[in-house]
Nanobody, 123 residues
Framework: QVRLVESGGGSVQAGGSLRLSCASSGVSTGTPSMAWFRQAPGKEREGIAVITRSGTIIYADSVKGRFTISKDNAMNSLYLQMNSLKPEDTAKYSC?????????????????WGQGTQVTVSS
C-alpha cells in the first residue's frame, strides 16, 4: 500500500523559511517521478517542483530561485526547502508520486498523493 505523509508546514512571516518533508512507504523514491503541489483556497492545484524519474528537476516560475526540491532515496523521503516566503505562498502543500502523463510534470497527473500540510505566510 502506497502512503505519502507530509510534515513541516506551519506559520511564518514573509521572508522566512520552511522545510517540508514527505515520507513515503510502499513506493520506491528512487524510481518514480515525485513532485510538490500546492492549493490555495479558491484556486486550482498548482505544481511547483518535480524530480523526474531521470533526475531532472523542474520548477514553476512562481517558486524558481526560492524553493529547492530534493530527495533522499535511503530515507524514502522527499523535501522542499522554501526560502524568501511570500504571503502568496500560503496554501496547502502536498507531495505526489508516480507521474502517469501526459500533460506535463507540473500538472496533477500523478497516481499517489499525500494529505497535505498547511503553510501560512503572513505579511
Amino acid at each position: 500500500q502506497v502512503r505519502l505523509v507530509e510534515s513541516g508546514g506551519g506559520s511564518v512571516q514573509a521572508g522566512g523559511s520552511l522545510r517540508l518533508s514527505c515520507a513515503s512507504s510502499g513506493v520506491s523514491t528512487g524510481t518514480p517521478s515525485m513532485a510538490w503541489f500546492r492549493q490555495a483556497p479558491g484556486k486550482e492545484r498548482e505544481g511547483i517542483a518535480v524530480i523526474t524519474r531521470s533526475g531532472t528537476i523542474i520548477y514553476a516560475d512562481s517558486v524558481k530561485g526560492r524553493f529547492t526540491i530534493s530527495k533522499d532515496n535511503a530515507m524514502n523521503s522527499l523535501y522542499l526547502q522554501m526560502n524568501s516566503l511570500k504571503p502568496e505562498d500560503t496554501a496547502k502543500y502536498s507531495c505526489a508520486a508516480g507521474y502517469r502523463g501526459p500533460r506535463g510534470y507540473l500538472r496533477p497527473d500523478y497516481n499517489f498523493w499525500g494529505q497535505g500540510t498547511q503553510v501560512t505566510v503572513s505579511s
